[in-house]
């Protein structure tokens, strides 16, 4: 099954005078909740979808508990998530401090299988 893409205008940021320029913008295609993700699970195996949310609201619980300490969490062939931060710039070492950090979010790396599916892709104009 393809991926499905949109078209998007978008103007250039350094010149708003140029003409808009459209782009390929994939378009999400519903979405799967944890609920439905453990269904999935438990028809696959012998564990009750019950169990298998159990398992996956806990693993979600352990990712942000680690996620809090600064550590990579590394999720098999699917990928890794870590910490990333935006920070102030200062002239000296001695000047930086935690106050500089203003930006903090979840970065995700894709493990193998995921960058074999990516490499994969097929995509279709939507509409």
Do not use: W
Request: net charge positive; hydrophobic share 40%.
């Amino acid at each position: 099954m393809a991926v499905k893409f949109k078209l998007m205008g978008r103007k250039n940021p350094q010149d708003l005078q140029a003409p808009e320029k459209y782009y390929a913008t994939a378009m999400p295609d519903g979405e799967v909740d944890m609920e439905y993700l453990a269904e999935m699970i438990s028809e696959q195996c012998t564990v009750t979808d019950t169990d298998c949310l159990a398992v996956l609201n806990t693993l979600e619980k352990n990712i942000i508990r680690e996620l809090k300490q600064g550590r990579i969490v590394k999720l098999g062939h699917l990928g890794n998530f870590r910490i990333g931060i935006s920070a102030v710039g200062q002239d000296a070492i001695e000047e930086v401090s935690a106050l500089d950090i203003h930006k903090t979010r979840v970065l995700f790396a894709p493990g193998k299988k995921m960058r074999k599916m990516l490499g994969e892709l097929t995509f279709r104009k939507a509409g």
